[in-house]
Each structure stands twice: as C-alpha cells, then as structure tokens.
C-alpha cells in the first residue's frame, strides 16, 4: 500500500521524491502564483535542518515573461537567506520579474543585510510571500517593499506555509523548540516485546521517513532509560538516493544521575548529557575526555531534570525542532505536565502485529490518567500509511500564551 494521504507528514516533505505534494490550491493546470509557490515550498525542504536559528525558507524568482529564473533556500546561520540565492541565480533575469518566498523578506539587519534591500535593487516588480515574519525584528518586509513601489501580496499557500515555519513560529513566541514526539508501537500497544526486544517494530519505509525527520530536526532527545536498553546511534541514515547526505542532529541524553556508560553508542561528541548535581564527579570527566558535553540542570520532581529548563536550555542553543524518541517515563513527563503537554506534535506509527504480554511495555509509562474522559486528545489529525505500517500525525492543543503556560513545572 502507499502513502494514501493528500499530504506528506512532518513539513510537507515528499514521501516519494519527485512527486507533487498534493496541498489547498488549483491542481496540475494551476495558476502560476500556486505552482512557483509550491516549487518554493519544495525548495525550502533543502534547508531543513540546516538553517537553525534561522527558518527554513524557500524562494522562486521569475523574470518579466514569468519564466523561472533562479531558486533558493536559506543557507546556514550568518550566511544568504533563500530571496538572496535565488536573486544570485536570476542576476539581471530579475528586473521587472517576480518573488515568490516561503516567508515574509526580512527587513533589517541582522545576521545578514535585509532582503528587502537585495530584492529592491534587482528590480523585482512583484512579490508573493505565503505568511508573515511575526519577528519583531524583521516583520516590516511587505510594507518595506510596497513603499518602494513594488506590489506585494500575502499567500498563496500561506496555511501550507505556516506549518513549514511551525517550529520557528513556536520557538519565536516561548524561546523553546518545537517538539515532535515519535514513537512505533505493535497493534496491541507495544513497544517491545516482554523481555524488552524491539527490532523492529515497523518496515524500512517507516523507518526511512523517522531518518528524514532526524535529518530535518536539529536535536532528538531520549531518557538514559532507552540508552540503556536499546544502545542507540540516533545518528541519521537516509536511504541513498534521498538527493542528499543525512545531517545529524544534536543528541540529548536526560540522565538526572549520569549513568550513561562510556561505551554506549551516543557517547561522544555531538552528544549533550542534561544531568543534575547529582551526578558524580568522576563520571562527568571522562564522559567530557570521551567528547560528551555535560549539562547540569536544576532538580525538579524526584531529583529528575528540570524538563523546562532544558528545553530553554535548548531554545537558547537554537534548537527550533526537537525530536523525543522516547523512553516512556520521559515521554509521560513531557506529556503529562500540570501546565499542559511540552509536546507539540505525534509521530505514532503503528505496526499490524501482535507481542502480547502484561509486562510488555507501551509509549508512554508513568501513573497516568484514571479515566478515559481525561485523556489528552491530538488535533488536526492526519493519517498515513507506509506499506503495512500506520503513521498518526496530530497537535496537542497549545495554549496561546505558550511561553507563560509552559514556563512552571
Ligand atoms: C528572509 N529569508 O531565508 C530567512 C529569513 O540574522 P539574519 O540576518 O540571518 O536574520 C534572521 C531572521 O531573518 C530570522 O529570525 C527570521 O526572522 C528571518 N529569516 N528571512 O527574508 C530567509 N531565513
Ligand atoms: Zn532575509
């Protein structure tokens, strides 16, 4: 079976290179706005990963007969944003032509000069942007433009947009990433089997679209729980043939007593141990000879991490997209939080197999809740399908001040 939905999940990536993302708009034969705004979308998939603090953006310039003339995407921090890649491309093509970009134009100086100004002195006549800049250092772009008499117009595509942007949106509003909750469990609720064996739970397609979203995340996180059992890489390895190497991101061990022994598999460089004091000494130094970067954390309950502060930590850092890959203690404290889940999104895949097994374990441990009527319930759910494997895509309802809802544990 393939992938039966109108949309690819995660960001709008393709599960099948090449193809069309099927979104809101006209279709094959649609208006040109729709079609350079889609390509721009696609083209910002490139930055994925990439591009943190900065958003992933993506722009397509055509000249005055609107032919395409150049394309780009949001390089790494301090260097071109995607309107400045495209307008290199395009050079002279570009005057009396037109944008189209994932995301208002900055306006400002920041890292980098505004694009307004680059977009400006190409030429440009027109420009689509699908959603605004809520930066507030950035976000007077349109009216920048407009005021040097170039016609700017919001969308199309500007919901498809706002998604792509989900996870620089969410860490501008509250300065913590945006976290994806993945896990695979059997039909019967299972992550392992009752003696804790667990590969693997669902197919390689499954597993091929988790590497694309540890490409596109830029941490992923576990509890020492899964470290222990399971000795993980969580390094990305995508399939070749995906256009690109896989990117690795930052991997985050929650280990309140730094018990991450030194011959595990994360152990090394790239890899953050968030701990508390009561963690020893002796350890801390030959995790940090081994290349491990420790990081002392405040206790919260139980002598745990302070879950919040991490997740500021990390917010600080410029992780914009936050992967958890379990374990279930780690995954009941994010979700089940007295202020509201620290979770954004669910990636669940399930598998049509059966373990069986009281003592098998499922995604999420913890106390839980005592009844169903209090059960946490995803929005805007999306369902597709990798071979036999079923993946569940939803939102936990954020509140809309994120940033004072989330700040107490
Ligand atoms: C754009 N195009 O491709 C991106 C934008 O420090 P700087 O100069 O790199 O600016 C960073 C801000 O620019 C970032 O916080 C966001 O508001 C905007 N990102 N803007 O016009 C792009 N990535
Ligand atoms: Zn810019």
Known sequence: MQEDTTSSPGTGREDKPGEQAAASGPGPEEAPAFRFMRRALEVSLLARGRSSPNPAVGAVVTDAAGN????????????????????????EKARGGTLYVTLEPCSAYGRTPPCTKAIIEAGIGRVYYAVQDPNPRMHRGAQVLREAGIEVIEGPL??????????????????????????????????????????????????????RLRDESDAIMVGINTVLLDDPALTTRLETGAGRPGCDPLRVIVDSKGRLPLTARV???????????????????????????????PAGGQGRVDLDALLEALGQRGILQLMVEGGGSLLASLVFNPTGPRIN???????????????????????????MDSALTLERVKYHSFDSDLLIEGYFHQPVNGQAALSES
């Not at 395409?68 to 395009?90: D, F, I, K, N």
């Not at 620089?168 to 609720?189: E, I, N, Q, S």
């Open 68 to 91: 395409p003339v150049g394309e780009g995407c949001t390089q790494p921090p301090g260097q071109a944003h995607a309107e400045v890649m495209a307008l290199r491309l395009a050079g």
């Open 158 to 211: 500007t919901q498809e947009a706002a998604v792509s942007h989900e996870a620089f949106f969410h860490w501008l509003r509250t300065g913590k990433p945006f976290v994806v909750a993945k896990y695979a469990m059997t039909l019967d609720g299972k992550i392992a089997t009752r003696s804790g064996h667990s590969r693997w739970i669902t197919g390689p397609r499954s597993r091929e679209a988790v590497h």
């Open 267 to 297: 152990t090394g460089p790239g890899t953050l141990l968030a701990t508390t004091r009561n963690m020893a000494g002796a350890s801390r130094q030959e995790l940090e000879a081994k290349g491990v970067e420790v990081l002392v954390l």
């Open 345 to 371: 999104k669910v990636w669940a895949f399930i598998a049509p197999k059966l373990v069986g097994g009281s003592a098998a374990p499922g995604p999420v441990g913890g106390p839980g809740v005592e009844r």
